[in-house]
């Protein structure tokens, strides 16, 4: 469906733009001003929501860009803002006329002010820091103002590097404290006073800020250009995207599944780079120790002094954390609590066996239920058959109903999506027939995508769990199973809220004749996703019917937590009936509502969560070091009491399936990696509940007794 829509959409904008386009000429910065030209086209023709380009949007593409370009505020003085703005209200104009004005002005001018910084860092740096002094700097840059001189420009660059200086200086006094408490005499040889401490530490700080401004350095005029055409598509939504040429061949490498780097998504934050996705199979999600809501601060390679990329460019940053299978990366992290830990990861290619559906039996009171986890909605775009998400699942469900499983856990926890197609053979698996998603194009009616196969594959007890990071495809099949009052959603208030789809069109194939090479490529929003009731997923994601709280549930993620988000919206609904299956829906989401609220471990959780609030809210972080490390030492504290819920011991058993079972005498490596699996279920609480949700049902809950025929 994406492919014929993405030849629809271009077969279209070729038709006009071949008129467009073939009689204008371009005399200055010609290659630039003929990407604007197409890129506002594509968005104003193609865009399943495109925005009017007026006074509103002008301030908007201002504000984004001064804030992508110096984001905590220590290159542009006051006065360049001010003279900055007499484009505050004309770049609506300017975007329409193919003018550029207002950028090179501004990239002029970042030009002049980074060099300023090389000289200011270095005089900072030549005096010591004095951690004695009770001093404090905010964070909070977004509501900071521009400094209003060179001298006041100074004192914040003083107190960013005091503050970038201030772990590196604590790590070498700690290490060399512990130095000098060996009985190594090498070792004891080699501590530190404080003062030694001190100036390694800022010479470890220049020499990363060396290598920043020598990485910026190297950046063309057209890397900062990039940026400012992404300013203007940002505007739209924040899931198109434009490509450079080399960008868009690294996205065609990401989508074919053979990349290499870390395995996370990463999104742009004024204090470093948010990890928002971590990618089932990839080092990351292997190694464990990273977590989505973590922001990177400083890369490093392989031991060496790392760059702070706070202020940095994300295309620029994640430039430095890929690289070859192999290497290693260093990564400086403030955790989601606040916590800051330097954690090592060697660089790989994602595993995509671990990307696959796989389940596991769970037994408790000598009753037998399934749980089938789900990373991802996979598919081979090349041969459907190969091997899909749906079929996978299917055989898993196959496999467990032979070993005596009486209810079914579906486990969507930080899926991603992936393919619709699979979701809606999926979600046929569950129920005889009808609706599971419709999909509205712009300026188009809906078309509804259904389940024909009158054919149940499993028609017992049923539980879903989500959470914040269950997006796009995971969302339609929670909302299908809800809408049809099919399973029990139970998870976080709602999922991410991502009900848009993207197609990408080469740029190249809109304009007949280029002479400027590679053009690039537009990731453009063409459709919305909506339930079989009617509403979107967009925004609202899926709330569940049992909300259970999490480390995430006080802290802005998902779709809510970007700029410019597609709002909530709602279509008539579809035809469809209500699942018969269950005597009482809702008296089991009653009870498990019920027995959650006097969980102790949900009350452990609760009180973690806001916990992390109240750390990610602090802005005001104290530049002297003993209330430094007092901080640290009552963060440590608490982060220990929160070190038990990595303990809850559920009583639940996991096995392995037979099949699995047998692979085993042949594979010592899987069953490593299960047995690990089947000890974090155990812990898991939600798991845990989503069984008693199961037994509630399957006590005279169901109308059939009977399981249907398989699928297939």
């Known amino acids: 469906m994406k492919r014929n829509l993405a030849y629809a959409l271009i077969a279209m904008l070729v038709a006009v733009a071949s008129c467009s386009f073939t009689n204008k000429s371009f005399e200055n910065d010609d290659k630039d001003k003929l990407l604007l030209d197409l890129i506002t086209y594509v968005l104003e023709r193609g865009h399943y929501e495109p925005k009017d380009i007026n006074d509103d949007f002008s301030v908007s593409v201002f504000e984004d860009f001064i804030d992508i370009l110096d984001p905590t505020k220590r290159y542009f003085l006051e006065d360049d803002i001010m003279e900055f703005e007499k484009y505050k209200f004309q770049l609506d104009d300017q975007i329409k006329n193919t003018e550029i004005s207002f950028f090179n002005l501004v990239y002029d001018r970042l030009m002049t002010r980074m060099q300023d910084a090389k000289v200011i860092y270095k005089q900072v740096l030549a005096d010591p820091f004095d951690y004695t002094v009770e001093e404090n700097i905010s964070i909070d840059y977004e509501n900071e ?76 005029r057209k ?110 992290v403030r955790k989601v609590d606040g916590a800051i830990d330097v954690i ?105 995508y259904d389940d024909k196969d009158e054919r149940i594959q499993w028609d017992g007890p049923l539980v879903i769990l989500v959470n914040e990071l269950s997006a796009s495809a995971s ?96 279509i008539t609904p579809a035809n469809y009936k209500s699942w018969d299956g269950y005597i009482d829906y809702e008296q089991t989401v009653a009870n498990s509502n019920r027995r959650m609220a006097k969980n102790p471990q949900i009350k452990l959780i609760e009180e973690n969560a806001k916990w992390i609030k109240s750390e990610q809210d602090e802005n005001l972080i104290s530049l002297n070091y003993d209330i430094y490390k007092a901080e640290e030492k009552k963060d440590k504290a608490k982060s220990d009491y929160f070190k038990s819920l990595s303990e809850y011991d559920s009583k639940l058993t996991f096995e392995s399936l037979q099949y699995e079972e047998e692979l085993f005498t042949k594979d010592s490596v899987l069953r490593e990696k299960r047995d690990r699996w089947h000890k974090d279920l155990a812990k898991d609480v939600y798991v845990e509940e989503a069984v008693n949700v199961l037994q509630d049902l399957k006590i005279n809950n169901l109308k059939h007794a009977k399981l249907a025929s398989v699928k297939g």
């Not at 005499?185 to 404080?194: G, H, Q, R, V, Y």
């Not at 998870?491 to 280029?514: A, E, M, W």
């Open 475 to 570: 969302e339609i099949l929670a909302a299908a199973m809800q809408d049809y009052k099919r399973g029990i959603v139970i998870g976080s208030k709602q999922t991410f809220g991502k009900g848009t789809v993207q197609n990408v069109i080469p740029l190249d194939n809109i304009v007949r004749s280029n002479e400027h090479g590679d053009l690039g490529a537009i990731k453009l929003t063409t459709q919305k996703f909506y339930r079989i009731n009617g509403g979107s997923t967009q925004l609202e994601g899926v709330k569940s019917d049992v909300v259970v709280p999490d480390k995430y549930s006080y802290i802005d993620l998902g779709e809510r937590d970007q700029s410019t988000p597609l709002k909530w919206d709602k």
């Open 145 to 220: 103002l521009f400094a209003a001189s060179r001298s006041e420009l100074q004192e914040r660059w003083r107190k960013q590097l005091k503050y970038a200086t201030l772990g590196t200086y604590d790590s070498k006094l700690s290490r060399s404290k512990k130095g000098s408490d060996s009985a190594d005499t090498d070792i004891a040889d080699n501590t530190l006073t404080p003062e030694e401490a001190e100036k390694e530490a800022r010479e470890s700080t220049q020499n990363t800020l060396d290598e920043f401004f020598d990485f910026v350095d190297d950046l063309e």
């Open 344 to 448: 090592s990861l060697t660089r790989d290619v994602v595993e995509l066996e671990e990307s696959y559906a796989k389940s596991a039996n769970i037994i408790k009171d000598n009753q037998r239920f399934g749980l089938i986890n789900l990373p991802k909605f996979y598919v081979d775009f090349n041969d459907y058959s190969e091997r899909n998400a749906a079929t996978d699942v299917a055989k898993e469900v196959e496999r467990l109903k032979e070993e005596g499983a009486e209810g079914l856990i579906l486990d969507l926890r930080d899926n991603g999506g992936g393919s619709l197609k699979t979701v809606v053979e999926m979600a046929g698996l569950f129920i005889k027939d009808g609706p599971i998603v419709q999909v509205r194009s712009n300026g188009k009616g809906k078309d509804v």
């Open 223 to 332: 890397d900062w250009f990039v940026q400012y055409i992404n300013t203007i598509v940002g505007e739209f939504d924040p899931h198109t995207f434009y490509f450079a040429p080399e960008e868009k061949e690294k996205f065609d490498t990401n989508m074919s599944g053979k990349f290499e780097g870390i395995g996370a998504r990463l999104q742009k934050k004024p204090e470093g780079a948010k990890i928002v996705e971590i990618i089932s199979g990839g080092p990351v999600w292997r190694d464990k120790r990273l977590e989505v809501g973590d922001e990177i601060i400083r890369v490093g390679q392989d031991g060496k002094d790392p760059i702070d990329i706070v202020g940095m460019r994300l295309d620029d940053a994640i430039k430095l954390i890929k690289g070859p299978e192999g290497t290693v990366v260093d990564l400086t």
